[in-house]
Nanobody, 121 residues
Framework: QVQLVESGGGLVQAGGSLRLSCAAS????????MGWYRQAPGKQRELVAT??????????NYADSVKGRFTISRDNGKNTIHLQMNSLKPEDTGLYYC????????????WGQGTQVTVSS
């Protein structure tokens, strides 16, 4: 089992910034990916950004809608990731979920409980 603890989020005006963090603990593997997904009311959960582990190359991936505004990073040697969100827009509002996907152990996927991000216009 992998446990994910999320922090950050909140209410911000359009154009503002927020930073989300997520720490993974438990039965983690050195080859994995972590990332953020979001879900707005009445919409499906969608990918925001992901980053693979150091042993997997530290490869990042972003949704087109956040490229140039959001930056995902990880703490070296720790299973902790951060999502720096700048130039926030009202359409970025949603419940942001941390995700952990192992490339070993049968490819298990785990989710955090979610943290709310609200961007007012």
């Amino acid at each position: 089992q992998v446990q994910l603890v999320e922090s950050g989020g909140g209410l911000v005006q359009a154009g503002g910034s927020l930073r989300l963090s997520c720490a993974a603990s438990g039965s983690t593997f050195s080859i994995h990916a972590m990332g953020w997904y979001r879900q707005a009311p009445g919409k499906q959960r969608e990918l925001v950004a992901t980053i693979t582990s150091e042993d997997s190359g530290g490869i990042t991936n972003y949704a087109d809608s956040v490229k140039g505004r959001f930056t995902i990073s990880r703490d070296n040697g720790k299973n902790t990731i951060h999502l720096q969100m700048n130039s926030l827009k009202p359409e970025d509002t949603g419940l942001y979920y941390c995700n952990y996907h192992s490339f070993a152990d049968g490819g298990m996927t785990y989710w955090g409980q979610g943290t709310q991000v609200t961007v007012s216009s």
